[in-house]
């Protein structure tokens, strides 16, 4: 594997596909697109789709990378190889340049991570169970068969990129960035303003996104409506969406290193796009995390071990909840 050098040269197998989606920027072509590098210590993790290899694993470490593009197109409502997913969203909208760009859902590292214990199932999932934890939620579809080329695919990508951690489990930009907490709660009005200001030129405003002409899926994928996410999706959280909105958004204008938006801003239009009052959003069956004792404290749906209403979890202010956790002797998660 070549660790130095400055490119990603995605080869995908999907030649019809001009743009990717919103969270790769509109006018980035798939076919050469450009990774910021993560690090390992003070070493760049850089990726080089060039080092894939020319034998069948490298075929489905191809196609893996192609459904992380273009997941509507390949298993989506109309999908040419099943339909999977019932939205026409793609998992790079959320898992940037394909689970490779740092703070961004980064997903180098999801090899060697799982099996893991997840709070919100309440037990150890493998990394396929996490995969399909996807397909099933952000993407309201029904699982993909465990032996079925598409989820063997998907696995063998994730494997290939984790052969450039060179066995680190973390790294810079493995997480999404940090945000600081106000001693307010996040406010969906305030986040309304600063929605209309920087989002809404893409994202529709109404949160709708922008399909494609072809309808096959977004160039800027919808942020609320029974097209979006369901409720319990990462994205659906106020302090994870906040810390990747901080790094990603404005696409055309935020970097990690120098965001745009600040934290407060970063939390209050993350409330906005995840006000359940103001907006609809796929119906669910399950709301998760039967243990109350680990549930993320910016969840929206009690019963919480701390006292706080479902209403102050979801937009805080988090400081007291935080200092309630750590008098129980718990460390908060979110």
């Not at 961004?104 to 399909?132: C, M, W």
């Not at 986040?191 to 996104?209: L, T, Y």
Request: hydrophobic content about 35%; overall charge positive; some cysteine.
């Amino acid at each position: 594997m070549k660790y130095n050098l400055l490119k990603v040269v995605a080869v995908i197998g999907a030649a019809w596909v001009i743009f990717v989606a919103c969270s790769e920027g509109a006018a980035e072509s798939v076919a050469a697109v450009k990774a910021p590098a993560g690090a390992i210590g003070d070493s760049l993790i850089l990726i080089d789709t060039t080092d894939i290899p020319r034998d069948s694993f490298g075929d489905a470490v191809r196609y893996g990378q192609a459904l992380m593009y273009n997941t509507a197109y390949y298993i989506g409502p109309e999908g040419i190889n099943g339909h999977y997913t019932r939205n026409k969203l793609n998992c790079t909208n959320c898992h940037q340049q394909a689970g490779t760009k740092p703070f961004s859902f980064n997903l180098i590292t999801s090899h060697a991570n799982y099996p893991q214990y997840r709070a919100r199932e309440g037990k150890v999932l493998d990394l396929a169970e996490r995969i399909n934890n996807c397909i099933e939620r952000p993407h309201n579809g029904r699982p993909l068969p465990l032996d079925s080329k598409e989820m063997i695919a998907i696995q063998s990508y994730l494997k290939w990129i984790n052969g450039y951690a060179r066995g680190a489990k973390t790294f810079k930009g493995s997480k999404n960035l940090e945000v600081s907490f106000p001693d307010v709660a996040a406010d969906p009005g305030r986040g309304q303003v600063i929605f209309e200001s920087n989002c809404a030129r893409c994202h529709g405003k109404d949160g709708e996104g922008q399909l494609r002409p072809d309808g096959v899926t977004y160039t800027y994928p919808p942020l609320w409506g029974l097209n979006a996410y369901q409720p319990g999706s990462s994205m659906h959280r106020i302090i994870k969406a906040a810390q990747w909105i901080k790094a990603n958004m404005p696409y055309d204008k935020a970097t990690y290193s120098k965001p745009l938006l600040s934290d407060a801003d970063a939390l209050d239009v993350a409330a906005f796009i995840n006000d359940d009052k103001l907006h609809a959003r796929p119906t669910v069956k399950s709301y998760d995390y039967p243990n109350p004792a680990e549930k993320a404290i910016d969840y929206d749906r009690g019963p919480f071990i701390d006292g706080f209403s479902d209403e102050q979890h979801k937009y805080g202010p988090y400081p007291p909840i935080f200092d309630a956790w750590k008098k129980k002797g718990k460390k908060p998660v979110y």
